[in-house]
C-alpha cells in the first residue's frame, strides 16, 4: 500500500509518496519527471552498501542510465568541502536545470544535495529518497537544505523544495535500533507540537513502531508527513507557524553543540530531550499542567529513549553556558530566544518573552537530577 501526501505549493507542489517497496519502483516512479532517460545519484557509503544496488536495478528496469557519487557518511558530510565536490561533480555530469538529480540517504545527503541543487545552475530539480526515520518524517519534506557552519548548525541554505519525495518505510528495516528511536523523537514531536489524538495512538503503539511493525510505521510517517505539508502549505518560509516544527529544537541545537555533535547525542535524541525540556518550562511558566510534561517523559522512558540531560555520556557545560550556546541558533531574533513552548499535548505556540533566567533555572535543576 502506498500513501500519498501532496504538498500544495502551487508552481512547487510536489508528492511525498509513502510505502514499503518503493525503491526498487524508483524507475517508473520517477520516469513522468524526466526528460531524458538519464539521472544522478547522491548518496552515501552506508546507503550505497544497503540500498544503491536496488536503486539502480530499479532505475535500470524503466531504461533509465545513473552515475553515482558517494559521500562519506556522517554529520561532518554536511559541510562546505563535501558540498564543493558534490556540486563539481554534478557540473562534470553535465546535469542540467531540467534533470533530476537522486538524494538517496538520510538528513545529511538530503539537506546537502538539496543545496546543491538549489545553487547549481541558480536550481537544479531533485527527488528526496529518504533511508532514515528522521529523513522521512521532517527533513526531506518541506525543502528546507543547506549545510552547517563551524559558528553553529544549518547556518548556510536555501529553501528548494524537491520535484517528489519517496519514502519507501521497508529501508527502515536496516536501521540501527538507536536510529530508528531517534527519528522516533522526531514522529512524537508531531503529536506534541498539534495533534493529541496521534500522541495518544503514539503512547500505545509507539512499542510497535520499534518492533517494526509496518502498518504502524505506514501511519506513524503518514501523519507526520501529513502535518508537516499542512504547515508547510501555510508557511513555505517560517514566517509564523512553521517555527512550531521546532519544539525541542531550541535545546537540541545547544546540547548538539555543547556534544560536538557527535555520537553522544543523535539529532532526534536531542530533540526528545528538548521536548520533555520544552514541556517542562511550559509546565513552570503556568502554561500547562503537570500532567503534560509527565506524559511526554513518561512515553519517552517506555520506549528507551533518552529523556533526560543525565542520559547523554559524558560532562554537560553548566546551564548558563548552555543558554549562551542557544544565542546561536537561527531562531533567535533581535536577540531574544524563542522557545515552542504547549498549553497542553497537541496544543504548541511560539513564544518570543521567555525570561532567560527562567531557562537557566530549569537546566540547572535539568543538570542536578
Ligand atoms: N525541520 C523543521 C522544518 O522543516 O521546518
Same mark, same amino acid.
Given at each position: 500500500m502506498v500513501n500519498v501526501v501532496p504538498v500544495?505549493? /502551487?508552481?512547487r507542489a510536489y508528492e511525498v509518496r509513502i510505502g514499503a517497496g518503493l525503491l526498487v519502483q524508483i524507475g517508473a516512479q520517477i520516469a513522468p519527471l524526466l526528460r531524458r532517460k538519464r539521472v544522478v545519484i547522491v548518496t552515501d557509503e552506508v546507503v550505497a552498501r544497503l540500498h544503491l544496488a536496488t536503486a539502480l536495478q530499479g532505475l535500470a528496469e524503466a531504461g533509465i542510465a545513473a552515475e553515482t557519487l558517494t559521500l562519506p557518511p556522517g554529520e561532518a558530510t554536511k559541510g562546505w568541502p563535501q558540498f564543493t565536490r558534490t556540486v563539481e561533480w554534478l557540473l562534470e555530469q553535465k546535469v542540467e536545470r531540467r534533470d533530476i538529480v537522486v538524494a538517496l540517504g538520510g538528513g545529511v545527503v538530503g539537506d546537502l544535495v538539496g543545496f546543491a541543487c538549489a545553487v547549481l545552475r541558480r536550481g537544479v530539480r531533485f527527488v528526496q529518497v529518504p533511508t532514515s526515520l528522521l529523513a522521512q518524517v521532517? *527533513? *526531506?519534506?518541506? /525543502?528546507?537544505t543547506g549545510i552547517n557552519s563551524v559558528q553553529g548548525k544549518n547556518l548556510i541554505g536555501a529553501f528548494h523544495q524537491p520535484s517528489l519525495v519517496l519514502a519507501d518505510i521497508g529501508v527502515l528495516d536496516t536501521l540501527p535500533p538507536r536510529d530508528l528511536l531517534a527519528g522516533y523523537g522526531e514522529v512524537v514531536k508531531y503529536g506534541l507540537l498539534g495533534d493529541a489524538a496521534f500522541f495518544d495512538y503514539l503512547e500505545t503503539q509507539g512499542p510497535a513502531l520499534a518492533r517494526h511493525d509496518r502498518d504502524v510505521i505506514l501511519r506513524a510517517v503518514t501523519r507526520s508527513v501529513e502535518m508537516k505539508a499542512g504547515i508547510v502549505e501555510r508557511d513555505e518560509t517560517e514566517e509564523g507557524e512553521r517555527a512550531l516544527l521546532n519544539l525541542g529544537h531550541t535545546f537540541c541545537h545547544a546540547l548538539e553543540q555543547a556534544t560536538g555533535y557527535s555520537d553522544r547525542l543523535l539529532h532526534g535524541e536531542g530533540v526528545a530531550i528538548g521536548c520533555a525540556l520544552a514541556f517542562e518550562l511550559s509546565q513552570r511558566l503556568g502554561l500547562c499542567s503537570q500532567e503534560a510534561p509527565s506524559r511526554v517523559r513518561a512515553h519517552l522512558r517506555a520506549m528507551g529513549m533518552k529523556t533526560d540531560l543525565a542520559d547523554i555520556p559524558g560532562d554537560l557545560p553548566g546551564a548558563e553556558a548552555l543558554v549562551t550556546l542557544m544565542g546561536q541558533d537561527k531562531k533567535v531574533i533581535d536577540g531574544k530566544l524563542r522557545f515552542i513552548l504547549a498549553r497542553g499535548i497537541g496544543d504548541a505556540f511560539v513564544a518570543d518573552d521567555v525570561p532567560p533566567a527562567m531557562v537557566t533555572q530549569l537546566l540547572q535543576d535539568a543538570l542536578h537530577r
Open positions: 500544495n505549493l /502551487g508552481a521532517d *527533513s *526531506s519534506v518541506g /525543502g528546507k
